[in-house]
Each structure stands twice: as C-alpha cells, then as structure tokens.
C-alpha cells in the first residue's frame, strides 16, 4: 500500500537538478520527502493538489555563500532568501562567525554583527560561547529555511590571538586547532577564510594549512575569500591551491571575479588554473554573484598595515594627520604589499555608502560625491566615516567587467552565492542580497543566453549539494527532502536595483521547505520548516 501524500505537483516540467533536460510529471511529498515521482499520480491520492502546468519544479535553491549568521537570529524565515526560492543556506563564510568568542568577548559579537549588516542583535546572541551555542541558538529560534554553517578562521584567530598583527605562537595555534576541532564536532562544514580583513590578513599560510588539516579531518572543506581578486590574484589562488593540497582538503573560491579595469580579462588564466589543478587531484570549484559590483564594509579598504589592534584602535589613529598621511602613503605608493588595494583598484567615484548608521545622508553616494558636495578631500571623508563609525559603514564598488561575468558563470566548476549583506533599517544594500537567483534565470538564461536552464539549477541545485557534502538535498529523486521551487521560466527577474534594492523578485509561485509552503504567490507563509544542518563523519 502506497504512503498517503501531504501534496502532489502536477503537471509540472520537471527540472531535476542533475543537469538533464526537463521531462513533464507529478511529484508527491509526504511526510517532509518527496515521496514519489510519475507520470500520473492521482489528485485523490493527496491532501493538497497544486497544478504546475506551465512552470518548471526544480530543488530548492542553494546560497553558497551568504552573510545571514545574523540575520537569521532577527528574520528566522529568512525572508530575502526564500522569496528568491532560496531553501538553504550556507552561512560563516569569509572567516567570520558569531563562535566561538574570545575569553573575555567585550563588544567582540557586536563588532561581528555589525560586519554582517546584523546591527543591534538579540540579547540571547550575547551568551554566545562556542561554535555549538550558536547553532543551538539558530535551532531555538524557529527557522524557515535550512542552514549550512561553516567555522571562520579570523573569528577562531581573534579568540585566540585577538586583533594582533603576528603569528601565532605553539600553544596558541594548539588551542585554535582545537577551537576547529570543536566546530567540526558540532557540525561545521569546513573552514571559511576571509584574507582581505583585518585579522586574517596577518595570517601566514601555514596557520591556514594546520586549520585546514583539522577541517579535513572530518571530510569539511576549505571555502576562502582570497588575498586578492586583482592585482595579486594568480598569486592567492595559488595560496589558496597550496592549502587544499597540503592539508588534503576541496578548496572552494568564494565569489570568484576580476577586480580593476587593469585586470579585465583575467578569468581566462584563472579558470584554466582552476581546470589544471583538478586535473592534478586538487577539488577546486567557486561561487559567483552576477553584478558588475562588489559589496563590503568601508574599513576594508584600509591597508592591513595600519589596522593591527582592531577597528578600535585605528579609528582613533584615523582622527591624526599623522596617521593620515601614512596610510595615503601606502594606498599611492605601495606597490610591494600583499594586500588588496580596493581604493586604486575602483576608484573614489565608485565606491558608493550602501549603509551607515550614523550617517544616512551619505547612503547611495560616492565617496567622491561626497567629498565634492562638501569641498572636501576623498580620504577625509574615508577617514572620518570609519574614525566614526568603525565597521558600521557598508559600501559597494563598481569595478567588474561584463564578459569576465558571463565567462566565469559558464564554468563548469562555478555556482551560485549571494555574498549579501543583509539591511535593518534605513539602508542601500547591494542587489545582490534580494535578486541573484531570480537574475540569473531571468537575465542570462532566459534573455542572455548564457547558460540553459536544466544548467542554470544545476549550478543552484545538486552541485553546491555535491561540493558541500549535504546529504538528501538538491536533487528532485524520491527520498530527498521535499525542498521545492515551482516558477515560470518567461517571466522569473528579479525586481531589486541598486537604487532600490529591497523589491521582490516576480515569477515564483511557491516555495516549499521540507514539505511546507513557504511562499506562494510572493507571500511568506511564516512556517518554521528550516533545519540546522550538521555535518558529521
């Protein structure tokens, strides 16, 4: 006797995740899972009937790389993923995480919330200890969609270490190796890298290799924001190489691009190094956002020189000419340093304010419209913005080229992330946080050409399952967990723009999360069908 179904699709154009072409049938969920898959399942057989004729059924969608660590603890439906038909997420990326935190934390979580667009943040978030406190807490707070967490090497470095510009000595890498074995034991995924911010950025190879091999002990994977994106980038990627290879572990490149007009073009070298490392055993694969435009926090931008001791530190040193002028000296004149000069790579007039909180009149600006309005120098209304406002300050740079886009989207190698950082508030948040789903299979499926739409899911779907070892998702098979996206592929887009970045995306009829409906017809539902995923030998 067959199991009674909660829901039966049908109808549907079945688009299964694997790659292959779209084939017409039903599908039924019972109990969470998609139950079964044919060409007829009887309406009669299920509670609820949903007619998909004319829409494409595809696995829910996977943010690779998403900043919503916070986010998830104030919105836990997880609103500007879902509506996108994104149904997990992978969280803790660029090194930074909300645990494990210092001995003696201080302000150490709001500072790292602050980094993740989170603001002011719950009081039970202040009680975090360990890597496992925090999943506790995501679990306690009833999610909406399912979450992949990875452990960030610059938030196990400053538990350790603090914000100091040096290596760790024996005993200290001792207890951050064993910081990571924590984490993994608890359930991470891997070991994320973030090496443009202050701390990682101080960080030696080796200390990333000796995490690493704790992460590969567990069968994780090594996910890393480089050194560089530009100048320097053949030289991070090999880093990042080196690591995987060394410590035996995937290396996965997060939101993978070429900065700088200077560079335009780069993609074909990388993407070759990326083809040629997996053919010597390296597992290297990447993610990608489809804006000509990065998004991160305005300190980024200072050299890793002047920032030893952290955001409190050299906000202080900002408020002297002194210092001023030292740190000018090295974004003109340094030529040598290992770090990536975002300022010469994009240029003051388009680095533009996404957030601030203590100066809303500047969001949606340049740093050189600014600074003409106001007859001032570019640097001095740098300085005094982050002198003022530390790590409270989003910004977003122009300073991608079209055809390196389309070529990295192409690879077989490359999904889907986000890379948003979420808003509260009065905010200018990059597009990407709201739309990059819908944007891919709006704008270069269906009116670009870029890839197909069986490849598009793929690289949404059952790849990022594949590449982060999360099991039962990201195929349409029966006994997979019934995480389920129905569109309309003429007429999926995504609706947010950099001058208005909050609109909702159109095109998506219902959004399914273990089974229960999500969103439909735009509208979030508000069920806690979300899990904490955890990842264990």
Known sequence: MQTALDIVIKNARIIDGTGNPYYSGDIGIANSLIERIGSDIPASDARKVINAEGQVACPGFFDTHSHDDAYLLKVPTGNHKILQGVTTDVVGNCGFTLGPTPPDPGDYLSKIAQLMGGGDMPEPVFQISTFNDYLELLESVGLGINVVPLVGHATIRIAVIGWENRAPNPDELNRMTSLIEEAMQAGAFGLSSGL????????ETREVTALAKVAAKYHGIYTTHMRSEGDRQMEAIAEAFRIG??????VHISHHKVVGRNNWGQSVETLRRFAQARAEGIEVTCDQYPYPAGSTILAAVLP???TSGGPDVYA??????DFRREVIDIIENDDKGQWENLIRGA????????????NKQYMGKSLAQIAAEESRQAYDVLFDLVSEEKLDVGIILFMMDEEDIQRIMKSPYTMIGSDGIPGFGESKIHPR????????????????????LEE????????????????NKG??????????VIFDPDTIIDGSTFEEPMQAPEGISLVLINGQVAVKDGEITGVSSGRVLRHFV
């Open 196 to 203: 443009i911010y202050v701390p990682a950025n101080f960080a």
């Open 245 to 250: 290879r060394d410590a035996s572990l995937p």
């Open 304 to 306: 890793p020189a002047v």
């Open 316 to 321: 202080e040193k900002l408020k002297h000419p």
């Open 347 to 358: 240029g003051f007039e388009n680095i533009v304010i996404s957030f601030a909180r203590k």
């Open 433 to 452: 946080q709201t739309g990059t789903f819908p944007r891919i299979l709006g704008r270069y499926v269906r009116e670009k050409g870029v890839l197909s």
């Open 456 to 471: 598009a899911i793929r690289k949404m779907t059952s790849l990022p399952a594949q590449t982060f070892k999360v099991k």
């Open 475 to 484: 195929l349409l098979k029966e006994g997979f967990d019934a995480d389920i």
